[in-house]
């Protein structure tokens, strides 16, 4: 028999999508819980926390209420530590952004190969101007990660007839495609005329694309960052693209915000997207139907999906 279940989210938006993607058989109760207020229940199954934004009070009252789960609205988890109290099962937003975060990698790189923000630039000043751009198709790929956004990009760079050359942690063949080990980055490098990361974020990833790897890139390469800004030693990535010997198409830096003052907003062959990836109204929906599925799972008594930490 299904039980009832106490789900708090932090917007009244997702109050709503929610209860129409829920289950009418089951028994549960979706509550309105904003970040910088106290919880208006005493106990709750599962906590949604906010989107891109600190938890506020929410962090302080994790642990007297001891959800079952708490759900993150983020593939990416390297900061939930700060806030998540000992034990507690936190599960990512697998599902709900990588197919965003894939369409912006491909908008970035067309970007970038087809001129298309000269072009912008070129109509604020009325100028009819144009030149062979370097083109997409025939182009080497290195793409750094090969999980649910790095898959999401590779089927749809596919199309653009390019070489896709997946790297992760470990090498093995997946579904037919050959997928090198990160170790064999710096070999790897020199043959790649775009890079692509979309590595998670943490230890194990800051710096992976150092200067040494930069200067193992071919001449007017572009670098594409879509996974972490910690994965890139910023310092080493300005000075290449100052000297004009690669180029870069990014969503994610380090430090974010970049400052007003940073040299990659005003740099020749710099395109600076706002950490965006994942900010797509096909979110509201995605997000949604997750939360709702997650909760039916605790009703009916079945283990949550997506399950990073604590389970």
């Known amino acids: 028999m299904a039980e009832h279940v106490v789900v708090t989210v932090p917007t009244e938006h997702l109050v709503a999508d929610v209860r129409r993607e829920l289950d009418p058989s ?145 090498a093995r063949v997946e579904d037919g495609v050959q997928v090198h080990a990160l170790g064999e980055l710096h070999d790897l490098a020199p043959t790649a005329e775009i890079l692509i990361n979309a590595l998670p974020g943490g230890d194990a990833t800051r710096h992976i694309i150092d200067d040494t790897v930069l200067s193992a890139l071919p001449d007017d390469a572009l670098v594409v960052n879509v996974g972490r800004g910690t994965s890139v030693d910023t310092d080493a990535l300005v000075d290449h693209v100052r000297r004009g010997r690669i180029r870069m198409a990014s969503d994610v830096f380090d430090p974010e915000p970049l400052p007003a003052d940073h040299p990659l907003w005003s740099l020749p062959g710099s395109i600076v997207a706002p950490h965006a990836g994942g900010i797509s109204r096909a979110m509201f929906t995605r997000i949604a139907r997750l939360v709702a599925a997650q909760a039916g799972r605790l009703a009916r008594g079945e283990a949550p999906t997506n399950v990073v930490l604590g389970g």
């Open 26 to 170: 089951l028994d549960v109760d979706v509550v309105l819980w904003s970040p910088d207020e106290n919880p208006p229940v005493e106990r709750a199954d599962m906590v949604v926390m906010p989107y891109m934004a600190k938890p506020g009070s929410m962090a302080e009252h994790l642990a007297a209420l001891a959800p079952r789960l708490v759900q993150g609205q983020s593939i990416g988890y390297d900061d939930v530590h700060a806030y998540l109290p000992d034990g507690l099962p936190f599960a990512n937003a697998s599902s709900v952004h990588e197919t965003a975060t894939a369409e912006l990698t491909i908008g970035l790189i067309l970007m970038a190969q087809r001129q298309l923000a000269d072009f912008v630039r070129q109509q604020d000043r009325a100028e009819w101007t144009k030149s062979w751009s370097r083109g997409l198709a025939d182009r080497r790929v290195l793409l750094l990660g090969y999980g649910g956004v790095g898959k999401a990009i590779a089927s749809r760079l596919a199309p653009f007839e390019v070489e896709i050359v997946p790297v992760a942690s470990s």
